[in-house]
């Protein structure tokens, strides 16, 4: 099925654990963004990239890595899990900047203990 | 930087009943406005898009103003069912140096049958 595939749904850490939130996308698209949502809030840009090989940071992306080697994979690396990133995590996925906005996955919900 | 915000938290109609949705924006060199519905335990859905040029656009019962002049722009739903019940937001991009997608913090819509 195409679209945006999402790894893991669900997630507990503790403080200080590392861990990959993997993103896969099968329609070929160059665009790719984590974001992630807060209770109650709107969804916040962590890191995105243009491209394979090409990556940059959003507005919150302190404490998060991403990579791009290939067009298909967009992974979101957390270096040191804190409290403070308890949240769920969105990828998505365009053609372009204005082809229909982005495609989003269903989401990783993270729990930081 | 780009302040996307939201006017109304909550919005509640009678089912049949049209709803109207507004978000201002703050910078006025974006070019792309797109709207998402995202559904309890889901990730945002694209709606509808418009681009600056234009000022109006229609889509399957819903519709897109954009206002440059006061930066603002609604979604308007027609005869409103109970599945559009979902929380609503306004994503715009930014200007052509910029590749991030800034999304409002959301209206959810509820609908009274």
């Known amino acids: 099925n195409a679209g945006v595939t999402q790894t893991p749904k669900f997630q507990v850490l503790k403080t200080g654990q590392s861990m990959t939130l993997q993103c896969a996308q099968d329609?070929?698209?160059?665009?790719m963004s984590w974001y992630r949502q807060d209770p109650g809030m709107g969804l916040r840009l962590i890191h995105y990239?243009?491209?394979?090989?090409?990556?940059d940071q959003g507005e919150v992306p302190n404490g998060y890595n991403v990579s791009r080697s290939t067009t298909e994979d967009f992974p979101l690396r957390l270096l040191s899990a804190a409290p403070s990133q308890t949240s769920v995590y969105f990828c998505?996925?365009?053609?372009?900047?204005?082809?229909?906005?982005?495609?989003f996955g269903s989401g990783t919900r993270l729990t930081v203990v | 930087g780009e302040n996307v915000g939201l006017h109304l938290p909550t919005l509640s109609v009678q089912e049949g009943d049209n709803s109207i949705i507004n978000c201002a924006y703050s910078?006025?060199?974006?070019?792309?406005f797109i709207w998402y519905k995202q559904e309890s335990g889901k990730g945002p859905q694209f709606i509808i898009d418009?681009?600056?040029?234009?000022d109006k656009r229609q889509g399957q019962r819903v519709t897109v103003l954009l206002n440059k002049t006061v930066k603002h722009l609604s979604l308007q739903i027609a005869a409103t069912q109970p599945g559009d019940s979902a929380v609503y937001f306004c994503?715009?991009?930014?200007?052509?140096?910029?590749?991030?997608?800034?999304f409002g913090g959301g209206t959810r819509l509820m609908v009274k049958p």
């Open positions: 998505a996925s365009s053609y372009d900047r204005e082809q229909y906005g982005y495609t």
């Open positions: 329609m070929n698209h160059e665009y």
């Open positions: 990239s243009v491209g394979a090989g090409i990556t």
């Open positions: 910078n006025s060199a974006s070019d792309y």
């Open positions: 418009i681009r600056s040029n234009m």
């Open positions: 994503a715009v991009w930014g200007d052509n140096a910029g590749n991030m997608l800034t």
